[in-house]
């Protein structure tokens, strides 16, 4: 079983940035994809970023250009880097090892944007 822990989100003034978490216990990581979803109140839950297993990184069209996603397997942790943020960056931030359909999530961390 793998349980991954999320940190780093709070309240930001826009244009600030925030870097967000993801820790995974046991040691199968390295060998699955991951990403960073978010969703947001009434909204369904959408992907941010992801990144394969080997660092191969993609991120959506909302977010290209101020948001990066990177990993470090060898602290089993997956990084987001959120800068220029947003109101519309309001949501909680969930991670995902493996896929969102039969992969493991994080619990989330609330990121709120707002002056």
């Known amino acids: 079983q793998v349980q991954l822990v999320e940190s780093g989100g709070g309240l930001v003034q826009p244009g600030g940035s925030l870097r967000l978490s993801c820790t995974a216990s046991?040691?199968?990581?390295?060998?699955?994809?991951a990403g960073w979803y978010r969703q947001a109140p009434g909204k369904q839950r959408e992907l941010v970023a992801s990144i394969t297993n080997s660092g191969l990184a993609n991120t959506a069209d909302s977010v290209k250009g101020r948001f990066s996603i990177s990993r470090d397997n060898a602290k089993n942790t997956i990084y987001l880097q959120m800068n220029s943020l947003k109101p519309e960056d309001t949501a909680n931030y969930y991670c995902?090892?493996?896929?969102?359909?039969?992969?493991?999530w994080g619990q989330g961390t609330q990121v709120t944007v707002s002056s």
């Open positions: 995902n090892l493996g896929g969102p359909t039969l992969g493991y």
């Open positions: 046991g040691s199968i990581f390295s060998i699955y994809a």
